[in-house]
């Protein structure tokens, strides 16, 4: 007969909730914490847009088409450039994305003022965004453009920290407010709201690191909001989404048809949706269900469960980034961490409240998640430069030298290819 001896009450403890949320705290305060997050939260909304891309796009695209998969092969396409260029910008040491800064901000607003001339410029729903290069291939400049903000706007202040000009405003806006006003005028001539609310996050987020006077900071919050207040009022159409916004009851076969479908799909899917790919709303019911509203369909056929899943997986992906920015001792790091994770969250926060009611309806993609190569190519490098930083966390590179050789190096050993 065994004797069992009894627990201590720090074993108790240990075993018990308490124990619980200390071992969790200990997970979170590991060196690779912010890596891992952002790798597991990248790969999985990536998997969960190439499957819901598909299911979006399936029925719209085999009546056009007659192949169900074609926009999906596309989708495919974009992943497999983009996966290659977020391995790469994780490899690449700060002094490269310094050095890009800014040839890639000069680009941008080339790119962007090409997009406004007539023959040159594409449009489509009354947005002058793309450039063609022929075929289905088409650029929209108003993407990469974000990261050259995030770049230039990180590596000038960080230079102006260095040699101590953050002492005044002018020193905190010159050139920053006319670099970034340039790209935001750019864009809005081209008739992208949603674009422009996203430039400017990411310059009150890159202020906001650098840590900008309140009273300062307020009020270009302030000339922010009326700022847009104007460009939704001269143009008709963006102040008449803004009053279907404010007034849901009318115009529900108009201008508010697609944001009630949208509503309709997701009240119909309850907990636990109607099953991946048995969706009623993609069938010619809600506009765009692949890009700007594939959250809806995500909540249509994968409920409630499924929405906030992806929730979660965005409010990690913005745990991560911060916690990144606030780890790392550089200060370009710092700036180019938080402006990416304003960014991404961001502009997550914008599509799902447009899609959920709570926002107007801008039309800018779910990241990683909505179908388009021009959003999906820079979000995947902006995330790969985000693990870049994430190994320069305190800690990491130890870590990270303990852990032994990857995935990639151990099949390249089992080949009989490894370097010795």
């Known amino acids: 007969m065994s004797v069992v001896e009894p627990r201590t009450r720090a074993e108790e403890e240990d ?65 497999a450039i983009g996966l290659p260029l977020m391995w790469l910008a994780s490899r690449m040491p700060t002094k490269v994305f310094r050095t890009l800064a800014y040839p890639l901000m000069l680009v941008s607003a080339l790119a962007l003022l090409v997009t406004l001339v007539p023959g040159l410029g594409q449009s489509a729903n009354g947005a002058q965004r793309w450039i063609s290069f022929g075929g289905p291939f088409q650029l929209q400049p108003s993407e990469p453009a974000k990261l050259a903000l995030i770049l230039w706007g990180a590596d000038l202040l960080a230079r102006k920290e260095r040699l101590r000009q953050l002492t005044e405003w ?45 009273r300062l900071f307020v009020g270009l919050v302030g000339v922010t909001g009326v700022l847009v207040s104007i460009l939704i009022i001269v143009e008709p159409y963006r102040l008449q989404r803004l009053t279907v916004f404010l007034d849901k009851s009318g115009n529900q076969l108009t201008v508010n048809y697609q944001g009630v479908q949208g509503l309709y799909a997701i009240a119909s899917g309850g907990w636990f949706g109607t099953g991946l790919g048995e969706g009623r709303a993609k069938w010619n ?68 409240g447009a899609v959920i009611g709570v926002l107007p309806i801008t039309g800018i993609p779910l990241p990683l998640v909505s179908y388009g190569g021009s959003a999906l190519i820079p979000t995947l490098i902006v995330l790969g430069m985000l693990l870049s930083f994430a190994k320069r966390e305190p800690g990491a590179r130890q870590a990270l030298a303990a852990r032994g050789p990857g995935p990639a190096a151990l099949a390249l050993s089992w080949l009989g290819l490894a370097k010795r």
């Open 170 to 214: 002018r020193q905190l806006l010159i050139p920053l407010l006319p670099g970034t006003g340039v790209l935001v005028m750019l864009v809005m001539l081209g008739s992208d709201l949603g674009t422009t609310l996203v430039l400017l996050t990411i310059f009150l987020a890159l202020l906001w690191v650098v840590g900008a006077p309140g």
């Open 15 to 79: 075993s018990g909730p308490r124990g619980w949320f200390s071992g969790m705290a200990g997970l979170l305060d590991r060196p690779l914490t912010s890596y891992y997050l952002v790798l597991g939260c990248s790969v999985l909304l990536l998997a969960l847009g190439m499957v819901m891309v598909l299911s979006a796009s399936s029925v719209r695209q085999y009546q056009d088409t007659g192949s169900a998969f074609t926009l999906f092969e596309k989708q495919a396409l974009w992943v």
């Open 285 to 352: 019911y809600l506009p765009h269900p692949e890009t700007d509203f594939i959250f809806a369909i995500i909540g249509e056929e994968l409920g409630l469960i499924g929405t906030l899943i992806v929730l979660g997986l965005f409010g990690l992906l913005a745990y991560a980034g911060l916690r990144i920015a606030r780890r790392v001792k550089d200060p370009f790091m710092q700036l180019a961490a938080a402006g990416a994770t304003a960014w991404v969250a961001g502009q997550a926060i914008v599509n799902i």
